[in-house]
């Protein structure tokens, strides 16, 4: 009899800002001018109160939070801000399967 459980995360793993203006650089392919204070509050969108374990959630959060501050003055944010909740997901063993076909689509939705 198989007894494995499979147990929930005890922590998450993060982006730094720093992964943040590296998937912007990947993006657009040139270093954007940013707001370091904005940056900084839309990758912390990641983080949920006390000890949350709610990648889901915290990933939504991530996603819209992210497109909606804008760090990078309407420079790639929303595609930023997707390709960064796609590497949280990744970073704690989750994925997300998007048709090539809808990303613009959900491109839109977030901003």
């Known amino acids: 009899m198989d007894t494995a459980v499979s147990e929930a995360p005890r922590t998450l793993e993060y982006l730094t800002v720093q992964d943040m203006l590296w998937v912007n650089l990947q993006l657009t392919k040139k270093s954007n001018p940013f707001d370091y204070a904005l940056l900084e509050e839309a990758t912390y969108y990641q983080y949920g109160y006390g000890g949350s374990l709610d990648?889901?959630?915290?990933?939504?959060?991530?996603?819209?939070?992210?497109?909606?501050k804008q760090p990078f003055y309407g420079q790639a944010d929303a595609a930023t801000a997707l390709i960064g909740c796609v590497a949280f997901l990744a970073r704690n063993g989750q994925t997300l399967d998007l048709p090539a076909g809808e990303v613009k689509s959900w491109l839109e939705r977030i901003t």
């Open 55 to 68: 990648l889901i959630g915290q990933a939504a959060q991530f996603l819209t939070g992210f497109a909606k």
